[in-house]
């Protein structure tokens, strides 16, 4: 196992968490987009607020020679934790080979920068941009099957092949997004090759309790992003049902501690888990102006110190 770095602060109640960011707190959710600040502003800042831990974010954002990568980020003091893909498992066997084609390269770069995990995001089934509708919002019984074992196929290849643990990521506006999709995924899995990626933010978007769940399947919980939904704003989301990427640019994943659900209690169970854990802070902001996300990031920082973190 990849050897962590101490805790900034000695006294810290959270030992076993593991703070970071990415590129999603900086308002990159595309490789290449004129809205996003360019990738090395991005290190410069991620490292400026205090972070010691990064994800690779949409790849091809950045540098994906390992090498180049590898140098950019040591000399800021910087380390991957993991890379993030995304599949549309659920439509079976058909879909395999385009699947692997997109995982294998970011998960050999997620490697070679000497990240232990993979977070697998599910495909939307409506555009985050546009909102349009692209299938159902629910599963039937062969889908069901086909996002189970196909996910299983995935973290064994990906074990295997490349000595990465998958995460799997509930996310607004797939199918793995509610309390009960979600319990209905992690029954359905095998726990030695399927972990969860628990969003707090994206739980609390879908009506879902964080701690409830790590309480519940405590040791499926092999990841966690950091994230915080404004309540007023989530409540217009939901009843004039807007898309996700609409309800991002209206500001519903909002500044700690301002938001839901309260992060001590959060990290506190994570803790009592009694495992080693990443913990990304991810404040969803696309798009936003690019001398918006340090200030957030500095104050987030300071936050989660204040909570032992």
Request: net charge negative.
């Amino acid at each position: 196992m990849t050897s962590l770095s101490p805790q900034s602060s000695p006294q810290s109640s959270l030992s076993r968490i593991r703070i970071g960011s990415a590129p999603d707190s900086w308002g990159v959710w595309f490789p290449d987009d004129p809205q996003q600040v360019p990738w090395q502003r991005f290190l410069d800042e991620v490292a400026e607020s205090g972070y010691e831990w990064i994800e690779l974010g949409p790849y091809g954002y950045l540098p994906s020679e390992p090498a180049v990568l590898a140098d950019e980020t040591a000399r800021r003091n910087l380390r991957v934790s993991a890379g993030t893909v995304f599949t549309g498992l659920h439509r079976g066997p058909d879909v395999w080979d385009a699947t692997w084609a997109h995982v294998s390269d970011i998960a050999a770069l997620t490697q070679a920068m000497g990240a232990e995990h993979l977070v697998v995001i599910p495909s939307f089934w409506r555009d985050d941009k546009t909102g349009e509708v692209l299938e159902p919002d629910t599963l039937t019984a062969e889908q069901w099957r086909h996002l189970t074992t196909q996910t299983e196929r995935l973290g064994h290849e990906v074990r295997e092949r490349y000595g990465l643990k998958i995460v799997v990521h509930p996310h607004a506006d797939t199918h793995i997004d509610s309390e009960e999709n979600v319990a209905r995924f992690l029954d359905g899995t095998d726990s030695s090759l399927v972990s969860l990626c628990l969003d707090t933010g994206h739980y609390a978007y879908c009506g879902g309790d964080s701690v409830k769940l790590i309480e519940t399947y405590g040791e499926r919980i092999g990841y966690l992003h950091l994230k915080q939904v404004d309540p007023e704003i989530l409540a217009d989301v939901r009843a004039n049902e807007v898309p996700f990427g609409p309800a991002v640019a209206r500001g519903v994943m909002c500044e700690p501690p301002s938001g839901v659900p309260a992060l001590e209690p959060v990290l506190a169970a994570a803790q009592k888990l009694d495992v080693e854990l990443f913990a990304i802070v991810e404040q969803d902001m696309y798009p936003c102006e690019p001398d918006k996300p340090l200030p957030i990031a500095q104050r987030t920082r300071a936050f989660l110190r204040s909570c032992g973190a």
